[in-house]
């Protein structure tokens, strides 16, 4: 079993920066996959970012693209995603998400994504 806890969130103005970040517990396979996506109020989940287990493969959405990076520190079981020149459009609830292996092809898809984190709420007042 796969344990996710993602956090960092918060309330910030526009135009400021957050790091979110994810811890990975349990029995993880070695070739994880991870990636964050977030629910803005009334929307359906979106993708943000996707990173392979080697940092080797990285995907963004195209709304932050530029602004957001995503990195993982092994050796610490931790994800992050660093977001930066923050607007009100990325208001919204952020999940970390993790699954066997990297698909190059569907990284964007939640579904194929087997482990969650609960969610940090991220509010940038304008």
């Known amino acids: 079993q796969v344990q996710l806890a993602d956090s960092g969130g918060g309330l910030v103005q526009a135009g400021e920066s957050l790091r979110l970040s994810c811890i990975v517990s349990g029995r993880a396979p070695s070739i994880l996959a991870m990636a964050w996506f977030r629910r803005a109020p009334g929307k359906d989940r979106e993708f943000v970012a996707a990173?392979?287990?080697?940092?080797?493969?990285?995907n963004y959405a195209d709304s932050v693209k530029g602004r957001f990076t995503i990195s993982r520190d092994s050796a610490k079981n931790t994800a992050y995603l660093q977001m930066n020149s923050l607007g009100p459009q990325d208001t919204g609830v952020y999940y970390c998400?993790?699954?066997?292996?990297?698909?190059?092809?569907?990284?964007?898809?939640?579904?194929?994504?087997?482990?969650w984190g609960q969610g940090t709420q991220v509010t940038v007042a304008s």
């Open positions: 990173i392979n287990w080697s940092s080797a493969l990285i």
């Open positions: 998400a993790g699954r066997t292996g990297y698909s190059a092809t569907y990284y964007y898809r939640e579904a194929l994504y087997e482990w």
